[in-house]
């Protein structure tokens, strides 16, 4: 159902869409191409005293980065440029459907959810085309791209990659699995507060008029209790995510220098080959 809205409402905003993945492979390649010359840098420069190299190379990965703030700007401009487009459209289509409801088929979804697909679920969706233009698009790119450019570097030290990636996926992999249902039930009980809040204002007369705003307030706190305690259940899986990816992350650049240091020791790789092995290892998993 999502993919056959997204795909029906964002086909008049391909153009946009295609300079989104065309800034962001530019960013990509540029992002891809610096621990090069840092490496470079580091085996060509810092060890042999040459500062002219340092300088040269060095104004490189300036004109380099600056590209990719450029590019990456262009791609979130595009990008945010169609999700809001999308979100009109989505809004105006929900609109006009609803405008056409019988009686009986309002009551059956019921006016709080029909305001809350209109809004909170409209949002929801133009969000997560806004984070497909800007992470999910450059992630795959980053990733193979890192894989390609770490092998080219040291195939012998692939075999880190080929332990952290799985072992990365696996542990978020596990979190999303659990923070699903939460978020889903949480669509569910901001249902309910919205049908709370509007029979209380609809009957508001009535309330006050057979003393009834304590039982209205009850009422109220027991499903604004239910969503928070959703939220927070959703939140702290949400915050356990990110020092699992730092764990992984760190352990993996552990293993890079304990094993590369080895290497460097035998004479079999650089020092800068080793920080730009990190680099793009560091890329690949965050991606």
Do not use: H
């Amino acid at each position: 159902m999502l993919w056959k809205l997204l795909v029906e409402y964002l086909r008049p905003q391909r153009r946009l869409l295609f300079a989104v993945v065309v800034f962001q492979l530019a960013a990509s390649i540029a992002s891809l191409y610096l621990p090069t010359l840092n490496a470079d840098i580091i085996d060509q420069g810092v060890a042999k005293g040459d500062t002219d190299y340092i300088l040269r190379i060095g104004g490189m990965m300036l004109m380099v980065t600056l590209l990719q703030i450029a590019c990456t700007i262009a791609a979130v401009y595009f990008g945010a440029k169609a999700a809001m487009a999308l979100g009109r459209d989505v809004r105006g289509a929900i609109f006009s459907r609803v405008a056409e409801f019988s009686e009986q088929e309002v009551t059956r979804f019921g006016p709080p959810s029909l305001i809350t697909r209109s809004t909170n679920d409209v949002q929801q969706v133009q969000q997560l085309v806004l984070m497909s233009a800007t992470l999910m698009v450059t992630a795959p790119m980053l990733c193979i791209g890192g894989v390609i450019m770490a092998m080219r570097q040291d195939l012998q030290l692939s075999w880190l990659i080929a332990v952290s990636v799985p072992v990365l996926l696996a542990a978020v992999g596990s979190i999303i699995i659990r923070m699903v249902p939460l978020f889903r039930l949480m669509q569910t009980r901001i249902d309910t507060v919205n049908r709370v809040l509007r029979e209380q204002l609809t009957g508001i007369r009535v309330v006050r008029a057979f003393v009834r705003e304590d039982v209205e307030t009850a009422r109220f706190t027991l499903a604004n209790e239910d969503v928070t305690d959703t939220a927070l259940r959703a939140g702290r899986l949400m915050a356990l995510a990110f020092p699992t990816v730092m764990l992984v992350l760190n352990v993996s650049s552990t293993a890079v220098i304990w094993f590369g240091a080895f290497r460097i020791e035998d004479g079999s790789m650089q020092v800068g080959t080793m920080i730009a092995f990190l680099s793009y290892l560091m890329q690949i998993l965050m991606s």
